[in-house]
Each structure stands twice: as structure tokens, then as C-alpha cells.
């Protein structure tokens, strides 16, 4: 399945932005669909999924409450709502995509997506 983020910007501190990622190639709902992060220096980290279905999400403990994660499996498109941005969230955002979401959370991602720039000033 091939990935395109969007949505990705400079906000400052305590705004809001969506991610959107569209997917196309294989069918949507077969995957379970989740975001990553980056930031400069450091290793790539979890940061929500959602399963096939969307009835299930997990998040890691720095986004919860702050970052829902939703998809439409009409449109094949899963989006990261980034809501109070702190300026540590500050990273490039890949969308991902694996059949299986437990072992996607663990960072086993069968396609990745190009990534998009979150900048959040303070």
C-alpha cells in the first residue's frame, strides 16, 4: 500500500493541526494504520494506531488526550488530530501501515509513508 501524508506546518505552542494520510494500492481496510515521529537526534517513535476497523486505538502515553486518531475507510485516509502542540512534539510524522496492529505498535510497519514536518514554536 502506498502512503502520502498531508497537513504537516509551523504552529506555535498550544495550537492545533491535522494529519492526513491517503493511502492507495491495496485494500484500506485490511490495515491497521498508525503514526510514528522522528524529532532531530533521535530514533524514530510510536505515536498512535488504529485497527482495521477503527474500533480500537492506542496511543503512547505523551499524545493521549491530546492526538485522536481516526480513520475513513471510504475515502482510505487515516488522520492525526494534533490538538494543545507542544513545542517537544515537534518531529516529522510518518503514517504507517501493517496488517496486524500490535505488532505495528512495536514498530513492525509493512509501508511507510514519505513523512510531513510538525514544527511547534514556543
Known amino acids: 500500500v502506498q502512503l502520502v501524508e498531508s497537513g504537516g506546518g509551523l504552529v506555535q505552542a498550544g495550537g492545533s493541526l491535522r494529519l492526513s494520510c491517503a493511502a492507495s494500492g491495496r485494500t484500506f481496510s485490511a490495515y491497521a494504520m498508525g503514526w510514528f515521529r522522528q524529532a532531530p537526534g533521535k530514533e524514530r517513535e510510536f505515536v498512535a494506531s488504529i485497527s482495521r476497523s477503527g474500533g480500537n486505538t492506542y496511543y503512547t502515553d505523551s499524545v493521549k488526550g491530546r492526538f485522536p486518531i481516526s480513520r475513513d475507510n471510504a475515502k482510505n485516509t487515516v488522520y492525526l488530530q494534533m490538538n494543545s502542540l507542544k513545542p517537544e512534539d515537534t518531529a516529522v510524522y510518518y503514517c504507517?501501515?501493517?496488517?496486524?496492529?500490535?505488532?505495528?505498535?512495536?514498530?513492525?510497519?509493512?509501508?511507510w509513508g514519505q513523512g510531513t514536518q510538525v514544527t511547534v514554536s514556543s
Open positions: 504507517a501501515a501493517h496488517p496486524n496492529i500490535a505488532t505495528m505498535t512495536l514498530g513492525r510497519v509493512e509501508s
